[in-house]
């Protein structure tokens, strides 16, 4: 069991996708690429199956193998945070346990939004939820129809249980909400940025902590990162603005961000099918053009910048390509 102490968020967390088969099977081998490539992209942890590991779509016994498995093949080299992501307060309460027990570092969890909660019930529900685990816990929180969980919710959560220990926030001008929330806390409960990093940039000078991106643009956005946080910020918006187009045209959809994602681990060598499973979007000749566009545009990046397209080797890989 993993001790509190021992995770120290300071950059990036990428979502790990959940690789599939022609066949839609999860391909368990690839996952183990997954993690290694992550390792290698020098990010601080990985976390799944989260929205972009496509978890509505996976059985409780994928969903459930897949925290084991990751923890398998992360082999103690990065934590390992295993999402939790459930309405009922008794599933979440169990898989947690699971999770834990699988050696899973740390648990996410997202806010259910299913339906409109006041901050008094959603108090519960993670309070049952912390009180159930020993790892430290994760909230995510997107709620585009209105305001995330305030402040006070954050200090009040983690006075009653220290192991809460970050929260992960999805909206646009969200600084002054991150500094409230370091300041509400003495800095105890960090800050971090998800929405495919897309507003990295304008949040840590507010003092973030760290961001949860997709895993395919992990490394560029790690140079990113260490480059702002040492005050390099010409240095890293340089980066960023290469990277930015092919996440804000992935987000428009979550479905159209598997495909954009996939395909551009594909194309560096990392995966060997870009399967996203049923129900997904039929991309027309426009989209798919436009994604490997922009993905051509991430690769060249990596040329200039003299990062490796697949900086892996295993006997498995495939040589990277790309996708015209």
């Not at 690429?33 to 016994?61: Q, T």
């Not at 220290?162 to 409230?180: A, D, G, N, Q, Y």
């Not at 260490?226 to 187009?245: C, H, N, Q, R, W």
């Amino acid at each position: 069991m993993a001790e509190m102490n021992e995770i120290h968020v300071n950059g990036i967390i990428p979502i790990i996708p959940t690789p599939f088969t022609a066949e839609e099977r999860v391909d368990w081998p690839s996952l183990g690429r997954l993690v290694d490539f992550a390792f290698a992209a020098g990010v601080c942890a990985v976390c799944l199956p989260a929205f972009a590991s496509e978890f509505y779509k996976l059985s409780e016994r994928e969903r459930l193998r897949l925290v084991a498995e990751a923890v398998h093949d992360s082999v103690g080299r990065i934590p390992v945070f295993a999402q939790v992501n459930f309405v009922s307060a008794t599933q979440a309460v169990e898989t947690a346990v699971e999770v834990q027990e699988a050696g899973a570092s740390a648990i996410a969890a997202a806010v259910p939004r299913m339906f409109a909660f006041g901050e008094r019930d959603l108090f519960l529900y993670f309070d049952r939820l912390l009180s159930a685990i020993d790892i430290p816990l994760l909230i995510q929180d997107f709620n585009p129809s209105g305001s995330t969980v305030s402040a006070r919710f954050v200090s009040e959560l983690h006075r009653a249980h220290p192991h809460f220990k970050w929260i992960k926030l999805e909206e646009p001008m969200m600084s002054s909400r991150v500094t409230e929330i370091l300041d509400a806390t003495a800095g105890e409960v960090g800050v971090l940025e998800g929405w495919g990093g897309m507003y990295m940039l304008d949040l840590i000078p507010a003092g973030i902590c760290g961001v949860m991106p997709g895993l395919a643009v992990s490394d560029l956005l790690a140079v990113v990162f260490k480059l702002a946080t040492a005050g390099d910020m010409a240095g890293a918006y340089k980066i960023f603005e290469s990277v930015l187009p092919q996440i804000v045209f992935s987000l428009q959809h979550m479905e159209l961000f598997h495909h954009a994602e996939k395909r551009l681990l594909l194309a560096r060598g990392i995966l060997q099918e870009a399967v996203v499973r049923q129900l997904t979007l039929k991309l027309d000749k426009h989209i798919e053009d436009r994604i490997s566009f922009l993905n051509g545009q991430i690769l060249d990046l990596l040329d200039r910048l003299g990062l490796p397209l697949n900086p892996i080797h295993t006997p498995t890989s495939t040589e990277p390509h790309r996708i015209r």
